[in-house]
């Protein structure tokens, strides 16, 4: 039987989408090789620093409920998947959806959160003889979201 505790890393860094891994304060602790090839940067130069330094356009950073720094935290909520700009190494802009949640502890706390980045242009570029594809945003708007996340 595959143990998840060992191998977690394993299973994250083999999706297809660009995954990122932060603590309560918004320090970045694990991205996978999909979203080192979507953004450039490696994970030396993420791991650590503050999720904002990707400058994404769907995040609102805020001081409100409970002291929280972030809206994710602070609502305690999974966010819809929404289209989003961040920000490459090298300096351009790259549209994606994104979708964040939030998972705890054994107590319930919150611990940290995993984002999903998923390429736009890729997206786009899935179609096939001119006709276009339910796009990912269509296909998990039928996701209910209103369990909590686990």
């Given amino acids: 039987m595959l ?4 191998n977690w890393k394993n299973v994250i860094d083999a999706l297809p989408s660009g995954v990122m891994v ?4 918004g320090a970045i602790q694990h991205v ?3 979203l080192e090839g979507l953004t450039g940067y490696l994970g030396d130069e993420l791991i650590g620093n ?9 995040c609102d950073p805020w001081y409100g409920q409970g002291g929280s720094w972030c809206m994710l935290f602070g ?20 549209k ?6 939030i998972f705890r502890d054994s107590k319930g706390v919150p611990a940290g959160a995993v984002e999903t980045f998923w390429d736009m ?8 003889h001119g006709r276009p594809v339910e796009t990912l945003t269509e ?12």
Avoid: E
Wanted: net charge positive; charged share 20%.
């Fill in 121 to 128: 242009a890729k997206l786009r570029a899935s179609g096939s």
């Fill in 22 to 25: 932060i603590d309560t304060g």
């Fill in 3 to 6: 143990d998840l505790s060992k």
């Fill in 50 to 58: 503050p999720c904002t330094m990707l400058g994404c356009s769907g």
């Fill in 139 to 150: 296909i998990l708007k039928k996701v209910p979201y209103d369990q909590p996340p686990v």
């Fill in 96 to 101: 994606v959806i994104k979708q964040a949640s």
């Fill in 32 to 34: 996978n090789p999909a």
């Fill in 75 to 94: 609502s305690g909520k999974a966010t819809k998947p929404m289209p989003c700009r961040i920000d490459s190494k090298w300096g351009h802009p790259l």
